[in-house]
């Protein structure tokens, strides 16, 4: 971008001070206010938010510009999940992310799916045995544990080659109990980091007995895990690094996609016709029941995707939008505000899993539907996500009716979007299962 050309660009246009003002004097969710600056301002907006300038990208081809045409000057400063996660893939930068990157992408794409096919069906099926005992017995369930545990199992499986056994999984929930304790953590790094000493202190100790066992220990029932590539000598992967990158894809493999699913139980009970007419799609295991199926999934994506914002740096002056944008300016992309756009979305509010399957009914521009991020940086796991969030609701969808009990109404917002309670339920044999 020449000099002339940024300098000829206006500023940001930014939200009214006064609209701010409101926000802040009733402690409003930080949503409220880039949604406020969304509707007001335009789909590039300057928004009041900590100590640089920020700027809120909510358009399309925006959002492209951002994420898909401009990594290298759109790029990640410092990821707030550091302390958990250290240099992972999901937090480095660089040389050392494209490295990492490389090496992780085969195994997730394409054929190297075809590895984990076994794995997801295993935890799917471990998954329905429990709720088949829960609906016998009666019990109130936990839907968001329940989500949690098949998500754990299945990422599980693929980086050791072993189901998730009772005691892991008590010790992995020191994992989750850092991601929901990171909103209220301290600014400073080392003071976040000592105020969960005693978490990460038990992460580590799981990581270090894993790798451990993916060294040495007899490989699981569908062959080795993830963990055996990263131990080999070939690859040049420190311990540290190698725990690291088990400790990013244990979060972004499970959290993102439990969270999902829990949402979209609350929203089928909340639309009973949607699950309904997926299972009358097609017969089980035909392509026309998985569209469906996969449908509700993507819907689901669309109110709560898994990452609802995505912070980026500017590192160098650029024009976006037709507005001057400064060196230094922390850039925030929406996923959740660009997915309710009434401006693309017709009715966004409304749970449609049509706009799916009906051609015309979702917008044609990639920018408008990103669950998963955009270009470069997108999620690495997003086909298998897909697939084991399909996997499980094949199984569970026609065999179960849920109830809800006081089912919560609003979300938290955290590094995903969450119910803001437990999702209780009782499990009834469905009609003809």
């Known amino acids: 971008m020449s000099t002339e050309a940024v300098t000829a660009a206006p500023p940001v246009p930014r939200l009214d001070p006064a609209v ?26 300057g928004v009041p938010v900590g100590d640089r300038p920020t700027v809120l990208v909510t358009g399309p081809a925006e959002v492209q510009h951002v994420l898909a ?77 329940e989500m949690r545990r098949y998500a754990l199992d299945t990422i599980w499986r693929a980086l050791t080659g072993h189901p998730l056994d009772d005691a892991t999984d008590r010790e992995l ?38 790798i451990e066992a993916a060294r040495s220990g007899p490989a699981g029932p569908d062959g080795p895990g993830l963990l055996a590539l990263l131990t080999e000598e070939g690859h040049g992967y420190p311990d540290r690094l190698i725990r690291d990158e088990l400790v990013t894809l244990l979060v972004a493999g499970h959290e993102t996609t439990a969270t999902t699913l829990t949402w979209l139980y609350l929203l089928l009970d909340r639309h009973p016709g949607a699950r309904q007419a997926a299972l009358a799609a097609g017969v089980e295991g035909s392509p026309q029941r998985r569209e469906a199926v996969l449908a509700l999934v993507h819907e689901t994506l669309r109110l709560y995707p898994s990452a609802w914002l995505l912070p980026r740096h500017a590192l160098e002056p650029d024009v976006l939008g037709g507005h001057r944008i400064e060196a230094g300016t922390d850039v925030l992309v929406c996923p959740y ?3 309710r756009d009434p401006s693309r979305w017709l009715d966004p509010e409304r749970f449609d899993p049509a706009r799916f399957t009906t051609p015309g009914r979702r917008p ?9 991020g955009l270009g470069a940086r997108a999620c690495l796991g997003t086909q298998f996500a897909l697939r084991e969030t399909a996997a499980l609701l094949e199984l569970l969808l026609p065999a179960w009716t849920t109830t809800l009990h006081d089912p919560p109404s609003g979300a938290s917002y955290s590094i995903t979007v969450r119910p803001d309670g437990p999702v209780l339920a009782t499990l009834t044999p469905a009609a003809g299962a």
């Open 20 to 45: 701010a003002a409101a926000w802040r004097a009733r402690g409003g969710e930080l949503v409220e206010l880039l949604a406020a600056a969304r509707d007001e301002v335009g789909p590039v907006a």
């Open 69 to 145: 045409h401009h990594p290298e000057r759109y790029v990640k400063r410092s990821h707030r999940a550091r302390m958990l996660i250290g240099d992972g893939v999901l937090a480095a930068t660089g040389e050392a992310w494209k490295r990492q990157r490389k090496l992780l992408q085969g195994q997730f794409t394409g054929t190297g799916m075809r590895r984990y096919e076994r794995r997801i069906a295993a935890a799917a099926r471990t998954a329905a045995g429990r709720w088949a005992r829960s609906a016998a017995e009666g019990a109130v369930v936990d839907l968001g544990d």
């Open 173 to 210: 929930g020191a994992v989750a109990t850092v991601v929901a304790r990171m909103p209220e953590l301290p600014a400073d790094a080392s003071d976040a980091a000592a105020a969960v000493a005693g978490e990460l202190a038990r992460i580590d100790l799981i990581a270090e007995r894993a």
């Open 337 to 339: 505000l660009t997915h």
């Open 364 to 372: 044609a521009e990639l920018g408008a539907y990103l669950p998963f």
